[in-house]
């Protein structure tokens, strides 16, 4: 962003935070239909082919966070790990998208998705006992010695696709910076 941009408008907020709000209610809706009308694979649950093998539909509790990482750590852990933690870091981050001058329109609404995913992943580590629900399962062919993705869920796809383009943004803007500072 350059020094001579501006307060952002009141619809440059709001229309990010439309997205915020349509993921988290698409992401708790899917889970929810997922926990009412398919068994959890460890209680032999069915696995749903949806394109053939590549996109398949499961249901599996996640204790912990990407990977499963921390999913056998004391509970007391877990919750402070995996819950006040990230409500601090979405708390700070909806903090910041609502006060930077800092970011772009497409860096801004990157954030918002990053934000969605967080507040999505949250809501299940508060009210879910078992577990973020986690129900999309796909093929990776072996690259990186995996055969099928950890499976994931709509928050994290939310996360993963908003921090991917905020990186983006972040990069555009600074090369449109560069090339702006060298023919100033």
């Known amino acids: 962003m350059t020094s001579t941009q501006t307060e952002p408008t009141r619809r440059q907020l709001l229309m990010p935070l439309l997205l915020i709000a349509g993921l988290v209610i698409l992401d708790q809706i899917t889970k929810a239909l997922i926990v009412a009308h398919v068994a959890r694979i460890e209680f032999g649950g069915p696995i749903i ?12 509790r996640n204790l912990g966070i990407a990977f499963s990482i921390g999913r ?10 995996f819950v006040v933690l990230p409500l601090f870091v979405v708390a700070g981050l909806g903090y910041y998208y609502v006060t930077s001058r800092e970011l ?8 918002a998705a990053i934000i969605a995913g967080g507040a999505g992943n949250l809501i299940d580590r508060i009210f879910r ?10 093929k990776f062919y072996g690259i990186l010695g995996m055969d099928r993705w950890p499976t994931f869920n709509v928050a994290d796809a939310s996360v993963v696709v908003g921090g991917i383009l905020l990186v983006l943004g972040v990069i555009i803007e600074s090369r449109s910076a560069a090339v702006g500072s060298d023919g100033a």
């Open 72 to 81: 056998d750590w004391a509970p007391l852990v877990r919750r402070i790990a």
């Open 129 to 138: 006992p078992d577990g973020v629900v986690d129900w999309i399962d796909v």
């Open 49 to 60: 082919e949806v394109f053939g093998d590549v996109v398949r539909v499961i249901h599996v």
């Open 104 to 111: 772009t329109g497409f860096q801004r609404w990157a954030l």
